[in-house]
């Protein structure tokens, strides 16, 4: 599974933000979408969800990405 390591960095607003998502597997057969986020240089929030099956995961963690995409946020 691929991790998407996402910044968005504002000199004028002093914005310096990261966004991690990743699919992993859970320890009960499922898969989770990991997002992790925050401050750069500081510990994040994370939040796991859960589904069913990996491609479901993929396409959850696909879509997080596009929406943070939009927001401003790139690799």
Same mark, same amino acid.
């Given at each position: 599974?691929?991790?998407?390591?996402l910044?968005?960095?504002?000199?004028?607003?002093?914005?310096?933000?990261?966004?991690?998502?990743?699919?992993?597997?859970?320890?009960?057969? *499922?898969? @989770?979408?990991?997002?992790? %986020?925050?401050?750069?240089?500081?510990? !994040?929030?994370?939040?796991?969800?859960?589904?069913?099956?990996?491609?479901?995961? *993929?396409? @959850?963690?696909?879509r997080? %990405?596009?929406?943070?995409?939009?927001r !401003?946020?790139?690799?």
């Amino acid at each position: 599974m691929t991790a998407y390591y996402l910044t968005r960095i504002g000199a004028d607003e002093n914005m310096a933000r990261f966004y991690k998502i990743d699919v992993q597997p859970t320890l009960f057969g *499922e898969w @989770a979408v990991i997002r992790d %986020w925050g401050r750069i240089g500081r510990g !994040g929030t994370v939040c796991s969800t859960p589904c069913g099956t990996a491609s479901e995961a *993929e396409a @959850a963690r696909d879509r997080q %990405w596009r929406i943070k995409e939009a927001r !401003g946020y790139a690799k």
